[in-house]
């Protein structure tokens, strides 16, 4: 069979026999769909039929769940405000403070050790010199007294 436009046409047939053609074709037609109707009642009374279709409907409820699930974790992800993505900005920019602070810090600890080394040094230093002078100031004393007699 041939298509020409919009009918199907015997090779073997004449040009003059179309309209019987026509004919004989729309009754096929007509004969083709009612038995693709019977089959597709067929097929939709079948309980096999009912649960794929019950399936399918489940999983088109299912995809309409994860799509409004994934709608709001792409909300909360990308959240202007208190979003994943602004808090991991935020932690970022805190880490980089802190990191630049922790010189200031390393150095303020620095001069504490060294004031505190000082100290130490300049109470030795204090302690020996007014030891010293005490000394110096027992021995005048001491030696006003003998010589005063």
Not at 98 to 123: A, F, H, M, P, S
Request: proline letters at 1%; glycine letters at 4%.
């Amino acid at each position: 069979m041939v298509k020409h436009g919009w009918k199907w046409k015997d090779k073997k047939t004449s040009d003059n026999s179309m309209s019987s053609e026509v004919e004989k074709t729309n009754e096929q037609i007509l004969k083709d769909l009612i038995q693709a109707f019977s089959s597709l009642k067929q097929k939709m009374e079948d309980p096999n039929y009912a649960a794929l279709d019950s399936q399918m409907r489940n999983m088109l409820e299912n995809q309409k769940d994860m799509k409004a699930d994934v709608k709001d974790l792409k909300k909360r992800l990308l959240n202007p405000f208190d979003g994943v993505i602004v808090n991991t900005n935020k932690n970022t920019e805190f880490r980089i403070e802190y990191e630049k602070l922790q010189e200031e810090r390393d150095q303020l600890e620095n001069d504490v050790q060294q004031l505190i080394k000082w100290k130490g040094t300049y109470l030795k230093v204090f302690w020996a010199l007014f030891t010293a002078a005490l000394g110096i100031i027992t021995f005048l004393i001491g030696e006003s007294i003998i010589n005063a007699q």
